[in-house]
């Protein structure tokens, strides 16, 4: 699309005819000026560093302490103690996150490289963004500065997902002229389930008095808490896909038809879900001279996990029977670069990066056998009187590989005209690639069958043009490619000295392609049946072209030193895409479009920040009112199309509240609480190919309330041990599992909603520190995620009651 050349040039256009002040990305903790004050943060939702209290934006940060004192390593962790956030999904590294009650359903992740839309909540490491359809970069939390949430349409300054919101996960970086060193290991054991374990550490040397360099390592290991049962699993000869559900295969087994069944006796086990975290960060920090510095950093990180996370209820608590091995593999590797430094006034930041992530998965998808419409032509032989003899093994499996490669750079500055004016601006470029492979295990003795090995149709290959292997029925061998390029800029005038005022501008241009082809099994030797994504469908080889401009505006008052308020007007976007389905459907059901657009979002809201009481009671928080149109909703309706679609199917109303505190109510005890309220609506529902829950109805996965509250109370020992002791409690109530009508009555209606209780007790002393823990208290299943992708209902939940000790070391 963009040329290196067109580039630079922006790059040079940008820098030329804009400023900005960019800090470098670093947590403050200021010192309160008497023990009983609360700490303030700094943050960088504004790309700039700035004081949380006084920046006139909805910001939510979790400090390196909060991660401690919390137990928050992986991405489930931290999303339950931020206000507004929900996520769903099933494990690890298979998880969306929403914010704002901004939420549909997570896409399988048996489809989510071929057909998955982009998220609407952007996910950050640092300077960078890491999103992915269906499988959200899950990264350990180690040694990081904070977690930032922002809240609400981020699209100016974060660019494209940030409709709901954006999440950055910001890291410790090296330190010139200090040396520090310290490692945290502890023990988890589950009454229900496996012992866990995990060490982690971190060292930073300054090499010289300009260079430094730092170092994190991890290694975490989750048991397994459910049970995979040994069971049988036979095709019902009365299921309605056999006896007219599909006409075209209605009488097609009689009364003579023999089933054989599947046995899973060799994959059961107890606690199979066990999982790992295992992966490093390496930074070097380069002060080139008083003005310039240079940073690079490389991460990589391997996640595995066996078995599956939501369970059976049909089979038992935390229960399931699965027939075919359930199997993640998911490594990245990130390299990063930033330079930043200063020419006069103006401060230049210039990053960049590049994302390596490749993901192996296999999973039981023998489930299909209760709903698949052509489930008898995959799995049954016939007579020649063309009634089904014998129905043999009816498991079914999925075989997915994905990679994932992103290259993307960032040069922005920051300006100060004088001390009424201000801006920053900058340009974007992004170029993101998702290869792959899906191939679904469908048939158990293919020759028998008579079928012969799938192979790509024509030329239309994207990654492997080689014959699949007998017993593969179906699959995807896709490229997706997003190529963009953005110019953004938020200026701010100090109306007077109390009122200020902000506008935020993004232009993007998206080029996206899609390439490749869905194939079938074909049956004889000339029977191929497959979709080329060059020229079926509605598809051509000419890209899709995206632009648009994002707009922001915003008020704030300093009403004192202490007190800020704040009114903002906002839009998001993500990308719009193609669907395999194009062109299916019927006059009666409608046709599914061959792209999907981009969604709207519109977001006006006020909001407050407050230090009261002598700077011990720290009280912020947002009310608002979102209009989200057109919204981008995944679907597969065989009454419509074979293929899983994408439709702008609905339009919805939000009106919330959110809001946060921390109360240090004495010099021992500190009190932190959250809540957040949302009364999300349906109010339109489009053509209706997507047969939608009723308009009025709420949307789905995110509960109208949503609360937290954590006491902390230190005291000294005799022997001069500190000590603390922490409570803990979450509260989030009832919702819908989907927005798809059919799939909330399969999960047999609403999920429950649920309390989590946490506790925890411990002693430090000069840089040691030992604690006790309990999570979930009074064991809870919680209903995370209803769900049934795998076409049997089955239920996300949290980890069981588990008791913890973890010893930390810090040397200064």
């Given at each position: 699309?963009?040329?290196?050349?067109?580039?630079?040039?922006?790059?040079?256009?940008?820098?030329?005819a804009?400023?900005?002040?960019?800090?470098?990305?670093?947590?403050?903790?200021?010192?309160?000026?008497?023990?009983?004050?609360?700490e303030?943060?700094?943050v960088?939702?504004?790309?700039?560093?700035t004081?949380?209290?006084q920046t006139?934006?909805?910001?939510?940060?979790?400090?390196?302490?909060?991660l401690?004192?919390q137990n928050?390593?992986?991405?489930d962790?931290y999303a339950?103690?931020?206000?507004?956030?929900?996520?769903?999904?099933?494990g690890?590294?298979?998880?969306?996150?929403?914010?704002?009650?901004?939420?549909?359903?997570?896409?399988?992740?048996?489809?989510?490289?071929?057909?998955?839309?982009m998220?609407?909540?952007?996910?950050?490491v640092?300077?960078?963004?890491?999103t992915?359809?269906?499988?959200?970069?899950?990264?350990?939390?180690?040694?990081?500065?904070?977690?930032?949430?922002l809240?609400g349409?981020?699209?100016?300054?974060?660019?494209?997902?940030?409709?709901?919101?954006?999440?950055?996960y910001?890291?410790?970086k090296?330190i010139?002229?200090?040396?520090?060193?310290?490692?945290?290991?502890?023990?988890?054991?589950?009454?229900?389930?496996?012992?866990?374990?995990?060490?982690?550490?971190?060292?930073?040397?300054?090499?010289?008095?300009?260079?430094?360099?730092?170092?994190?390592?991890y290694?975490?290991?989750?048991?397994g808490y459910?049970?995979?049962?040994a069971?049988?699993?036979?095709?019902?000869?009365?299921?309605?896909?056999?006896r007219g559900?599909?006409?075209?295969i209605?009488?097609?087994?009689?009364?003579?038809?023999?089933?054989?069944?599947?046995?899973?006796?060799?994959?059961?086990?107890?606690?199979?879900?066990?999982?790992?975290?295992?992966?490093?960060?390496?930074s070097?920090?380069?002060?080139?001279?008083?003005?310039?510095?240079?940073?690079l950093?490389?991460?990589?990180q391997?996640?595995?996990?066996d078995?599956?996370?939501d369970?059976?209820?049909?089979?038992?608590?935390?229960?399931?029977?699965r027939?075919?091995?359930?199997?993640?593999?998911?490594?990245?590797?990130?390299?990063?670069?930033?330079?930043?430094?200063?020419?006069?006034?103006?401060?230049?930041?210039?990053?960049?990066?590049?994302?390596?992530?490749?993901?192996?998965?296999?999973?039981d998808?023998?489930?299909?056998?209760?709903?698949?419409?052509?489930i008898?032509?995959?799995?049954?032989?016939?007579?020649?009187?063309?009634?089904?003899?014998?129905?043999?093994?009816p498991?079914?499996?999925?075989k997915?590989?994905?990679?994932?490669?992103?290259?993307?750079?960032?040069?922005?500055?920051?300006?100060?005209?004088?001390?009424?004016?201000?801006?920053?601006a900058?340009?974007?470029?992004?170029?993101?690639?998702?290869?792959?492979?899906?191939?679904y295990?469908?048939?158990?003795?293919?020759?028998?069958?008579?079928?012969?090995?799938?192979?790509?149709?024509?030329?239309?290959?994207?990654?492997?043009r080689d014959?699949?292997?007998?017993?593969?029925?179906?699959?995807?061998?896709i490229?997706?490619?997003?190529?963009?390029?953005?110019?953004?800029?938020?200026?701010?005038?100090?109306?007077?000295?109390?009122?200020?005022?902000?506008?935020?501008l993004?232009?993007?241009?998206?080029?996206?392609?899609?390439?490749?082809?869905?194939?079938?099994?074909?049956?004889?030797?000339?029977?191929?049946?497959?979709?080329?994504?060059?020229?079926?469908a509605?598809h051509?080889?000419?890209?899709?072209?995206?632009?648009d401009?994002?707009?922001?505006?915003?008020?704030?008052?300093?009403y004192?030193?202490?007190?800020?308020?704040?009114?903002?007007?906002?839009?998001?976007?993500?990308?719009?895409?193609?669907?395999?389905?194009?062109?299916q459907?019927?006059?009666?059901?409608?046709?599914?479009?061959?792209?999907y657009?981009?969604d709207?979002?519109?977001?006006?809201?006020?909001?407050?920040?407050?230090?009261?009481?002598?700077?011990?009671?720290?009280?912020?928080?947002?009310?608002?009112?979102v209009?989200?149109?057109?919204?981008?909703?995944?679907?597969?309706?065989?009454?419509?199309?074979?293929?899983?679609?994408?439709?702008?199917?609905?339009?919805?109303?939000?009106?919330?509240?959110?809001?946060?505190?921390?109360?240090?109510?004495?010099?021992?005890f500190t009190?932190?609480?959250a809540?957040?309220?949302?009364?999300?609506?349906?109010?339109?529902?489009?053509?209706?190919?997507?047969r939608?829950?009723?308009?009025?109805?709420?949307?789905?996965?995110?509960p109208?309330?949503?609360?937290?509250?954590?006491?902390?109370y230190?005291?000294?020992?005799?022997?001069?041990?500190?000590?603390?002791?922490q409570?803990?409690?979450?509260?989030?109530g009832?919702?819908y599992?989907s927005?798809?009508?059919?799939?909330?009555?399969?999960a047999?209606?609403?999920?429950?909603?649920?309390?989590i209780?946490?506790?925890?007790i411990?002693?430090?002393?000069d840089q040691?520190?030992v604690?006790l823990?309990?999570?979930n208290?009074?064991?809870?299943?919680?209903?995370l995620?209803?769900?049934?992708?795998?076409d049997?209902?089955?239920?996300?939940?949290?980890r069981?009651?588990?008791?913890?000790?973890?010893?930390?070391?810090?040397?200064?």
């Amino acid at each position: 699309m963009f040329s290196y050349n067109k580039l630079s040039t922006a790059i040079f256009i940008a820098l030329a005819a804009s400023s900005s002040a960019v800090a470098q990305d670093q947590e403050q903790q200021e010192e309160a000026d008497s023990k009983s004050q609360i700490e303030t943060i700094n943050v960088t939702a504004t790309k700039r560093t700035t004081n949380i209290q006084q920046t006139p934006t909805a910001v939510q940060a979790l400090s390196s302490r909060d991660l401690k004192e919390q137990n928050i390593g992986n991405f489930d962790d931290y999303a339950q103690y931020v206000p507004n956030v929900s996520s769903s999904g099933r494990g690890p590294g298979q998880n969306d996150v929403f914010i704002r009650g901004m939420s549909i359903q997570p896409i399988s992740v048996m489809l989510s490289g071929a057909q998955g839309t982009m998220p609407n909540v952007a996910l950050y490491v640092d300077e960078q963004p890491v999103t992915a359809p269906g499988r959200n970069l899950d990264v350990y939390a180690t040694d990081l500065q904070r977690i930032e949430v922002l809240p609400g349409p981020q699209g100016t300054l974060f660019g494209a997902s940030s409709q709901a919101g954006t999440i950055r996960y910001i890291t410790n970086k090296p330190i010139l002229g200090s040396f520090e060193a310290g490692f945290t290991t502890g023990f988890e054991s589950m009454p229900e389930g496996e012992m866990s374990s995990s060490a982690e550490g971190y060292i930073n040397i300054p090499v010289t008095r300009d260079f430094a360099v730092r170092g994190a390592f991890y290694n975490v290991n989750r048991g397994g808490y459910i049970d995979n049962k040994a069971g049988e699993f036979s095709i019902d000869p009365n299921n309605p896909n056999f006896r007219g559900l599909n006409p075209a295969i209605a009488g097609l087994v009689d009364e003579g038809t023999e089933f054989t069944s599947a046995f899973n006796t060799d994959l059961a086990e107890d606690d199979f879900n066990d999982s790992y975290y295992k992966g490093f960060r390496l930074s070097a920090k380069y002060r080139i001279n008083t003005n310039w510095e240079l940073l690079l950093q490389h991460q990589a990180q391997d996640l595995g996990a066996d078995g599956v996370f939501d369970y059976d209820p049909e089979v038992g608590d935390l229960e399931v029977e699965r027939y075919y091995p359930d199997e993640l593999e998911d490594s990245f590797d990130l390299t990063t670069w930033t330079l930043d430094g200063r020419l006069g006034a103006l401060e230049i930041l210039y990053t960049g990066g590049y994302l390596d992530r490749e993901i192996e998965q296999s999973i039981d998808y023998t489930g299909y056998n209760t709903s698949g419409s052509y489930i008898i032509y995959y799995t049954c032989v016939y007579g020649e009187d063309g009634i089904a003899e014998k129905c043999v093994d009816p498991t079914k499996g999925f075989k997915g590989h994905q990679e994932h490669e992103r290259f993307t750079q960032e040069a922005r500055i920051n300006y100060d005209f004088n001390a009424r004016s201000r801006i920053t601006a900058g340009v974007f470029y992004d170029d993101y690639e998702i290869n792959t492979q899906d191939d679904y295990v469908y048939f158990a003795n293919p020759e028998a069958l008579g079928f012969v090995p799938n192979a790509p149709i024509s030329d239309a290959y994207a990654n492997n043009r080689d014959t699949r292997a007998p017993g593969i029925g179906f699959f995807n061998d896709i490229t997706r490619t997003e190529e963009q390029i953005a110019l953004f800029g938020e200026f701010t005038y100090d109306l007077t000295d109390k009122l200020s005022a902000t506008l935020g501008l993004r232009w993007y241009d998206i080029e996206s392609d899609f390439t490749g082809q869905s194939s079938f099994a074909s049956k004889g030797e000339d029977g191929d049946a497959g979709r080329d994504y060059d020229s079926t469908a509605g598809h051509t080889n000419e890209p899709l072209e995206q632009d648009d401009v994002i707009p922001k505006f915003t008020l704030s008052y300093q009403y004192t030193p202490s007190t800020l308020f704040f009114a903002t007007y906002s839009e998001g976007f993500r990308p719009g895409g193609f669907n395999r389905a194009g062109g299916q459907g019927s006059d009666e059901t409608g046709y599914v479009n061959t792209v999907y657009k981009s969604d709207e979002v519109k977001n006006y809201e006020f909001g407050w920040k407050t230090l009261l009481f002598d700077n011990t009671l720290r009280w912020n928080g947002n009310a608002y009112f979102v209009e989200w149109n057109d919204m981008q909703i995944t679907r597969l309706d065989t009454d419509i199309s074979i293929l899983t679609f994408v439709d702008n199917a609905a339009n919805s109303e939000i009106r919330g509240l959110e809001t946060d505190m921390t109360w240090r109510l004495t010099d021992n005890f500190t009190l932190n609480g959250a809540l957040s309220y949302n009364d999300t609506e349906l109010v339109s529902t489009g053509q209706g190919i997507v047969r939608t829950l009723p308009i009025g109805s709420e949307l789905p996965l995110t509960p109208e309330v949503q609360a937290s509250v954590r006491g902390r109370y230190t005291w000294t020992l005799e022997n001069k041990w500190d000590a603390f002791a922490q409570v803990g409690w979450i509260y989030a109530g009832d919702t819908y599992p989907s927005i798809v009508a059919s799939e909330v009555e399969q999960a047999g209606g609403r999920q429950d909603s649920y309390n989590i209780g946490n506790a925890s007790i411990g002693v430090m002393k000069d840089q040691w520190s030992v604690k006790l823990y309990v999570k979930n208290l009074t064991d809870e299943r919680a209903e995370l995620y209803t769900n049934t992708q795998d076409d049997i209902l089955r239920t996300t939940t949290n980890r069981p009651r588990t008791f913890g000790l973890s010893v930390s070391y810090s040397f200064y």
